[in-house]
Every structure is written in structure tokens, then in C-alpha cells.
């Protein structure tokens, strides 16, 4: 293909163009795996995705979780796509990101085909440059060099462009292709190839041939001899597609080949509302037949025959010969690379075209309702807040026989498939809801002065006061875990502090999650605020809820430490607050009491072993070895059967010892306890902050100033003395319930109840001050004066 692309004539762009593609298309390629770029045979060891990719192809998917299934798939990409800014010349570098995801789904064993734009631009770059270099050698053999600043290039023709542009595109995706070990296979089509029944045969035939060879067919309408687009009946039905552009062309492929996913990338993210740029402009996450007159379409594209209207007019003709269809940005720098991938994975990206509406609201519509319903919840009086409160913890009681058949359901559908201290968090008793009760009674007895307590007041002048109140912080969404004990009391604090709340629960506990929400709306709907808090239950990945910046204030993950992780690096532009992992440290000092330390050791490693706040690392002061105080602990720790796991130093006193820890820094959620040894409190804290989670961490000690040394040196959100570690929890601090403990330095720390869910804003009331009147040689001067606050009648 190199060697006919010089022949052509095409020799002086050539030398530059290909091989800063190849370099491109090499230095994309598994970055910082340099094996990857030296051998690019490395490529064909791309394990196999595990999910099944055969499918009876005759409906398109539902969801966009389902998308991950596709195993045949259409990729278009538009001529803003594929072209520079400057319409003249491709875009190479992210034509090369494109070609290295089309290969790692091709290495998974998918089947993957390319509709491309680009031969007008490429062949235009070429003639432009041909036509410099004949009018610069004509100018100067005939008219001297003073012409040559006055030359004008003739407006090109496309189809000439076309012509000229084919083989050079082909042989640059060749070139990058051949980077992954994948062939490529050019073809060029019109109209009559799918109208002319014995050539669509062939056309049929060939492309399943070369997708059973496993080579990536490229197709492009041949625009070198295509006819003008002629006024048809644009688009009517499944059997009369006119193929008059390549969004047309990638939808009759699509449907031809029986393809489960056409991804057709443009320059915009996606379908709008209204005309992208314009104020009130919202994406649409997912487009459904019949909501054309809903949406306004703008201009077309800068360069490329079709727009919008076009793009959404093939999706819809795909998705009803059963095609799956995303549109999407193919050209931003910060989301281009990753695209083609993400949509596969099921990502939200672009807008996704579906026949299946959903039974409920959007998230997005939830978002906007939990928005609208916590202003509404705001503007009540404390007193309503709390009576909705009251009233959802009688419902918790009242309801009790209710829950627990909905927990039984959770509990018998995850047998078998949780660990146990996660069906510990699972499970549900009378107990714990009565104690949910008294949680949320405590609650609403505290909520009374939170929304709207004046925190500072100042005179700034005569008849000028400020003041800075409580103020809601907006829209929370709370992510749980197996623990629908967690719903009842987050919305709680949320209604006492005015917020709007967006749930998501785990599966694991759907119908705990689904009695309790309904619970909770029917306690707000005594005070028509019904929707101030919602349960998310479509198919919402996690990721996809931490990028609604615009409608989500604060995240608050309660779970797993992965679970936190996996959040913090999810959210985009929004706060999260919470802890990713509870390392808590006990260190029992050489002056402890021994009728204590057994007993707080027992409480905080064994009362709740997969609570954040139990117990996990063990520090013993070495004086203690080898004595009565030390047995007692051990032998404790084996009748409630837990597992040790010694420390580097505690592993070198013994002779025989327990399986030596593999990391200090390991939360276990279980019966098991890593021990280690110190020679003082000063190591016993340098241990804790280098190891530590700055979650909770004691001290067990009868020296009051070695006591109060650890307070005030330890850097954690809890730090305790001669207690237990279980301690760390908003309920036993009496704030009533808590969101989640948080480790973060900003904002809230610790146990985070009504205190961490506001924040504050300014008041200012004057009488036409103006800010020139306290300039130098105003009338007024600034007094700063600090008033008292009035105190809120709370009884």
C-alpha cells in the first residue's frame, strides 16, 4: 500500500505525513509500556472480556448497561471528526487515539467496522499543496518572484478532492492499524450498492468474510463518483434508506449487517434540548422514538454534508432495524481518547437511543425533584421538619412486621453470595429498628434550631447589619452499601437540615431499601414535600451519578473502603466526604489498668467486627510482654476466636509465631487483629499516623499526663482515652444519626450529624449604603461592631 501511495505521485506530503502518524499511532499505544511499542504482536495477548458476546440480534438494547454485550459494532466517525480545524488536512492524533480503541475492542473478540469521513480533507491538503508548488515553479520561471505573494488557490472541487484524498486516508489508517496487529479493508460504495439487489448481495457478502478474517472493514461512500443528493422521501422506513451521506450510509450498514451498536461521533457531546451553547441547552441522556418535537436542532456541522437532524433521523431508522445507537463527541482532547470504550462499557456518554422508556423519572429528573422538593422542606418551620420526623419514626415501629419480611427477601437472595459480616450489615432486627426510632426521635428533638440559627452578627455602619446564618447545603447524594438501616437515618438528618437527598442503595437490599423510602415519603408528605427525597433505582452506574455536577452538592459514600475509593476518583467537580478505610489503633500503655484493658479490647474488636470504627491493630508497649496483663489478652482474643496476625517486632519476641501481617495498613472488617509491639507512646503514635486511617484511635493508660499527651499528638477525627473504639458513632456522641464519619480536614470531621449538613450564608441589610460613602472623603465610616445573637426559642 506504501509503495503504490508513492507511485501515485503523492511522494512530498507522504514523507512527512506517514511517519509522524505511525509515531502518533506508537506513542498512544499502551502508554508507559514501552514492550507494547517496540512489539506490536504485544497487542494480540489482550485477554478476552468475560461477558458473553453472542446475541440473537432483532431487538436493540434497553439500557445502556447492556451495551457492554455488543458484539458487533458500527463506529462513524464525522468529518469534524476526522478533519483539523482548519477543514484542511486530518486531525492525526486523535484519528490515531480512535484507531487504538477500535483495536483493543477488536482484540476482545468483538467485530468491529469503521464508516469514515476524511478523503476530501486528506485529498485537499494534497492539492492544495501540488498546486502551491506548480504556481511558485510557474510564477517564477514567468513573472519573478515579486508574484509570489499574490497567489490564489482555485476553489477545489469535492469529488476531485475525493479522488485525490482515498488512497492516502486507507493508507494511514493501514499504517496505524498495522500498529496493533490488525489488517484493514477499504470499501467504497454509492446508493446502488444496496439498491441493486445482486450488488448488495456481494457487498453482504464480502463484509462477513472479512470480519470472519478478522480484518476491520473501512467503508466510505465513494464520493469521487457520487451523484448530488437528490429530494427523496428522507429516511421512510426500513426499506428505503437513501445513502446520501455517511450518516445514512453508517444506519444501512448498521441494519444490513445486523449490527448491535452504531456509535456515530460528531463534534458535539450529544442530542440537546434546545441548540447547544444556547443558556438553557441540556444533553439528553436517552433519546426515545416520537421525541422529535421536543427538541430544536441547530445548524449543521462546519464541514461534512449532513447535521443533527440527519444524525438523529439515521439513529432513529437504526434503532428500528433493531441497531442500538449512541451519539457523541468524538473531538473533545479530554474525553476523545477514552470515547469508543466508555460508551461500550456502558458509560453515560453522548445520548443513547432506546425503545424502552423507563417505568419512573430519569436521575435527572430525580435530581431537579430533590432539588425542588429540599427548597420546599427549607421554607418549613422547624417544627414541621421535626413532626415528619416523629412521624417516620413511628412508622418504624409501627411497620416493624412490613421491614422485616422485605429484609427476609434480601437476606434468602443473598445467601450464598455475601460474605458474612456483609449480611451482618444486611440484616435487620426489632432491635435495630427500635433503635433507628430513638435515633430519629433524638433527632428531631435537636433539629429544632439548625436551619436559620444566626451564627455571627455585626454592625458594619449605622442602620448597615449583617449576619451569617445556617443555610441547607443543596442536594446530597448518599451511595450505601448492604445497610438499609442507613436510609431511614440519613433521611432523617436530611429533612432536619433542609436538604434535598438522592439515595443509592445497593441491590443487595432492594426491598429493605424500597419499604423504608416509602416509609420516608409518606412521613414527608404531611407537609407536601413528598419529594425532597428520592431512592435511584434504574440501572445508574455509580460513575455516571458522580458526574451530575450540576444537579449533586455533596456525595457521601457509606460502605466498603473500595467503594469510597472507587468514588473519590469518580466525582467530577463534586465534594465527597467521608473515609476510605477505618485503621483504628488501640495502644495499651505500660501503666494500664488490667481489669481494663481486656474488656475494652473485647468491646472494640469483637462487639461489631465489620463496623468501621472496630478495632484492627493492637499496640502493646514492650514492657508488657511476657506478663499476666499480656496472657490475659491473648486468651481473651482466642476464646472469641480471633485470628492474629503479629507485626514485624511482635513476630521477632516469639519464637512460634501467628502468621506474620502483610501489611500494617490493613482494615480487616473481621475477626482477625494485627498485635504489634512499641517501646513508648511517642512510637505508639508515630506508628498510628504513618499506618492509620485518621479514623479513631485509643489509648489505655492510668497516666493522665502520658493520657493527654496522645489527645493532643494524635492527628485523627477521634481519638480516645481508656474507652472503646465503638464509641466513634454519631447515635453514642447524641447527634441523633449520622451520615457517615469523616476524615477530611475540611468542613466536618468525625461523626458527621446535623452540624456537617449546612453551611452559611450572609445577610445584609442596609438603607442605600453605597460603598463610596466610606471612601476617604465619604460621609460614613466603618464601625465592625459585634452584636448579640438572639436566642431561638427551641422548647
Not at 23 to 52: D, E, K
Not at 345 to 360: L, R
Not at 369 to 397: F, K, N, V, W
Not at 608 to 615: E, G, I, Q, R, V
Request: net charge neutral; proline share 4%; glycine share 8%.
Amino acid at each position: 500500500m506504501l509503495s503504490q501511495l508513492y507511485r501515485s505521485g503523492f511522494q512530498p506530503f507522504n514523507q512527512h505525513l506517514l511517519p509522524w502518524a505511525q509515531s502518533i499511532a506508537i506513542s498512544r499505544s499502551h502508554r508507559g509500556q514501552r514492550s507494547a511499542i517496540r512489539h506490536v504482536r504485544s497487542w494480540s495477548n489482550i485477554p478476552f472480556i468475560t461477558v458473553p458476546l453472542s446475541r440473537t440480534h432483532g431487538k436493540s438494547f434497553a439500557h445502556r448497561s447492556e451495551l457492554k454485550h455488543a458484539k458487533r459494532i458500527v463506529v462513524k466517525l464525522g468529518s469534524a471528526v476526522v478533519t483539523r480545524g482548519d477543514e484542511c488536512g486530518l486531525a492525526l492524533g486523535r484519528l490515531a487515539s480512535i484507531v487504538e480503541q477500535v483495536s483493543v475492542l477488536q482484540n476482545q473478540g468483538r467485530e468491529m467496522m469503521l464508516v469514515t469521513s476524511g478523503a476530501v480533507a486528506f485529498g485537499k491538503q494534497r492539492l492544495r499543496h501540488e498546486i502551491l508548488l506548480s504556481q511558485s515553479v510557474r510564477q517564477a520561471l514567468h513573472s519573478g518572484q515579486n508574484q509570489l505573494k499574490e497567489m490564489a488557490i482555485p476553489v477545489l472541487e469535492a469529488r476531485a478532492c475525493a479522488a485525490a484524498g482515498q488512497s492516502g486516508l486507507m493508507a494511514l489508517y493501514e499504517a496505524m492499524f498495522t500498529q496493533y496487529s490488525i489488517c484493514a479493508a477499504q470499501i467504497l460504495v454509492t446508493n446502488l450498492d444496496f439498491h441493486d439487489e445482486q450488488k448488495r448481495r456481494n457487498l453482504n457478502g464480502t463484509l462477513h468474510e472479512l470480519l470472519r478474517m478478522n480484518i476491520v472493514p473501512i467503508v466510505n461512500t465513494n464520493d469521487a463518483v457520487v451523484p448530488p443528493a437528490e429530494p427523496n422521501s428522507d429516511l421512510q422506513g426500513v426499506n428505503v434508506i437513501s445513502v446520501k451521506d455517511n450518516d445514512s450510509l453508517a444506519a444501512r450498514l448498521a441494519v444490513e449487517m445486523k449490527t448491535d451498536l452504531l456509535i456515530v461521533l460528531s463534534d458535539v457531546e450529544g442530542l440537546f434540548d434546545s441548540p447547544p451553547g444556547s443558556d438553557d441547552a441540556k444533553l439528553i441522556d436517552i433519546f426515545y422514538p416520537g421525541d422529535q418535537q421536543s427538541v430544536t436542532f441547530g445548524t449543521k456541522s462546519r464541514v461534512g454534508m449532513g447535521g443533527m437532524e440527519a444524525k438523529v433521523k439515521a439513529a432513529l431508522w437504526a434503532l428500528q432495524g433493531g441497531t442500538s445507537v449512541v451519539i457523541a463527541n468524538g473531538t473533545h482532547p479530554k474525553v476523545s481518547g477514552h470515547v469508543i470504550t466508555d460508551i461500550v462499557e456502558g458509560k453515560k456518554v453522548g445520548t443513547f437511543f432506546s425503545e424502552v422508556k423507563p417505568a419512573g423519572p430519569t436521575v435527572e429528573q430525580q435530581g431537579e425533584m430533590a432539588r425542588s422538593g429540599g427548597r420546599m422542606l427549607a421554607t418549613l418551620e422547624p417544627e414541621q421538619r421535626a413532626e415528619i420526623i416523629y412521624h417516620l419514626a413511628d412508622l418504624l415501629t409501627d411497620q416493624q412486621e412490613e421491614i422485616l419480611l422485605a429484609n427476609k427477601k434480601d437476606l434468602e437472595e443473598a445467601e450464598g453470595r455475601l460474605a458474612g459480616p456483609l449480611l451482618k450489615r444486611l440484616s435487620l432486627s426489632t432491635s435495630k429498628l427500635n433503635s433507628l426510632a430513638i435515633g430519629l426521635r433524638q433527632i428531631a428533638a435537636s433539629s429544632q434550631d439548625s436551619v436559620g440559627r444566626v451564627l455571627r452578627r455585626t454592625r458594619i455602619a449605622k442602620n448597615l447589619e449583617l449576619e451569617q446564618v445556617t443555610v441547607p447545603i443543596g442536594v446530597l447524594l448518599v451511595i450505601f452499601e448492604s445497610r438499609p438501616d442507613c436510609l431511614p437515618q440519613v433521611a432523617a438528618l436530611a429533612i432536619a437540615t433542609g436538604n434535598g437527598l438522592l439515595l443509592k442503595g445497593g441491590k443487595e437490599a432492594a426491598h429493605s431499601n424500597r419499604i423504608l423510602h416509602l416509609l420516608t415519603q409518606e412521613a414527608l408528605s404531611i407537609h407536601g414535600v413528598k419529594d425532597a427525597v428520592q431512592l435511584v433505582n434504574t440501572r445508574e452506574e455509580v460513575e455516571d451519578l458522580c458526574r451530575l455536577d450540576k444537579m449533586i452538592d455533596l456525595i457521601i459514600p457509606r460502605g466498603s473502603s473500595q467503594l469510597v475509593r472507587d468514588i473519590q476518583k469518580a466525582a467530577k467537580g463534586i465534594p465527597v466526604m467521608g473515609h476510605s478505610e477505618g485503621i483504628c489503633h488501640m495502644y495499651v500503655d505500660s501503666e494500664a489498668s488490667v481489669d481494663k484493658v481486656t474488656r475494652l479490647v473485647r468491646d472494640s474488636k469483637c462487639e461489631y467486627p465489620a463496623a468501621c470504627n472496630a478495632l484492627e491493630t493492637l499496640l502493646i508497649h514492650r514492657d508488657l510482654l511476657r506478663t499476666p496483663l499480656f496472657d490475659q489478652i491473648i486468651d481473651m482474643l482466642r476464646v472469641e476466636q480471633v485470628k492474629i496476625h503479629a507485626g514485624p517486632k511482635f513476630a521477632s519476641y516469639l519464637t512460634f509465631s501467628p502468621s506474620e501481617v502483610k501489611s500494617l495498613r490493613t482494615e480487616y472488617g473481621d475477626l482477625e487483629l494485627c498485635i504489634e509491639v512499641v517501646d513508648s507512646v511517642q512510637e505508639a503514635i508515630d506508628h498510628i499516623h504513618k499506618y492509620g486511617s485518621s479514623h479513631t484511635d485509643v489509648i489505655v493508660t492510668e497516666n493522665e499526663k502520658t493520657a493527654e499527651f496522645f489527645l493532643q499528638h494524635v492527628d485523627s477525627a477521634c481519638v480516645f482515652w481508656n474507652t472503646s473504639t465503638r464509641f466513634s458513632d454519631g447515635y453514642r456522641f447524641g447527634l441523633g444519626a449520622e451520615v457517615g464519619i469523616s476524615t477530611s480536614r475540611i468542613h466536618a470531621r468525625g461523626p458527621v450529624g446535623l452540624e456537617g449538613l449546612l453551611t452559611t450564608k450572609w445577610l445584609l441589610r442596609g438603607q442605600d449604603h453605597v460603598v463610596s460613602d466610606f471612601s476617604e472623603h465619604g460621609s460614613l465610616k466603618y464601625l465592625h461592631e459585634n452584636l448579640p445573637i438572639p436566642q431561638r426559642n427551641t422548647n
